[in-house]
């Protein structure tokens, strides 16, 4: 499996990719909004694009798909119930569904939160790579303001993410790894793993950005770190109503309530 990220160097900080089968060149442009860029590169080099992958029905997202199925006449996927609100969607899909790019398979994990109708996709190969567009971030996890909801989040979180392998590759939608990762240090000021990082990362090109693994994640996302005593210790002086030793989900919808507002 070839993976070509795209940095549109937009104002939202928009990552784009194509997902392409070494073997035939056959391309899955997933959240295309550069169409040129998608488009440019593929004729670069030699593949096809055929399908158009939507993680979730926001302009940011969909916003290119007009352009590359002109180009290409490729077909529009998204999550099944998002098809009201994608113009032009071919298939819709659901939790276990299969994804064929060539010889390359992605598995559909239905993954609300961000907005009720979120996909991600998780490759089927022995260096498994997820692509999860404004669910889960670099050092961060996505907001609910625009059709989701934090407690179907925090579910997506535990019951989803946080089960992958470690060594699973994160593709996010959006390069905020340094605000995320500052957010992480003001909510755990002796995450001595975050503060290594954001000095690695602080200065990086977006267009050749590091590419974390959820064992890293687990390190520096404090959406990950839900029985961090620091963490904890943190919310409770923000927030008196917070037991001596919550639950992870209070502890989940309190940094997602925080990171709001930071």
């Known amino acids: 499996m070839i993976v070509h990220q795209i940095w549109t160097g937009n104002a939202y900080r928009n990552f784009n990719y194509l997902v392409v089968c070494p073997d035939s060149g056959e391309a899955l442009a997933i959240d295309p909004l550069d169409y040129r860029k998608c488009l440019a590169a593929a004729k670069t080099n030699g593949w096809n694009i055929t399908q158009i992958l939507n993680t979730h029905e926001h302009g940011d997202h969909i916003g290119g798909n007009g352009p590359v199925q002109a180009a290409t006449g490729a ?32 598995r559909a994990l ?40 934090p407690e179907e989040l925090y579910q997506t979180f535990v019951q989803q993410l946080d089960r992958l392998p470690d060594n699973t590759l994160i593709y996010p939608g959006h390069d905020y790894i340094n605000n995320n990762l500052q957010f992480t240090l003001d909510r755990e000021p002796d995450n001595d793993r975050a503060a290594r990082l954001l000095g690695q990362t602080q200065d990086q090109d977006p267009g050749q950005p590091l590419i974390t693994t959820l064992a890293l994640e687990r390190e520096v996302n404090t959406f990950f770190r839900l029985r961090s005593p620091s963490v ?30 930071w």
């Open 75 to 106: 077909s529009i996927l998204a999550h099944v119930n998002a098809k009201d609100r994608i113009p032009d969607m071919d298939r819709g899909l659901s939790a276990g569904d299969t994804v064929q790019v060539g010889t390359v398979t992605l």
């Open 110 to 149: 239905d993954t609300p939160g961000h907005t009720m109708s979120h996909i991600c996709l998780l490759s089927d190969s022995d260096q498994p790579a997820l692509f999860c567009g404004d669910t889960l971030f670099n050092a961060g996890a996505g907001n609910c303001h625009n059709g989701g909801h």
């Open 232 to 261: 904890i210790a943190g919310l409770r002086e923000k927030f008196s109503d917070l037991p001596e030793k919550p639950d992870p989900k209070s502890v989940f919808l309190k940094l997602r309530e925080l990171r709001n507002s």
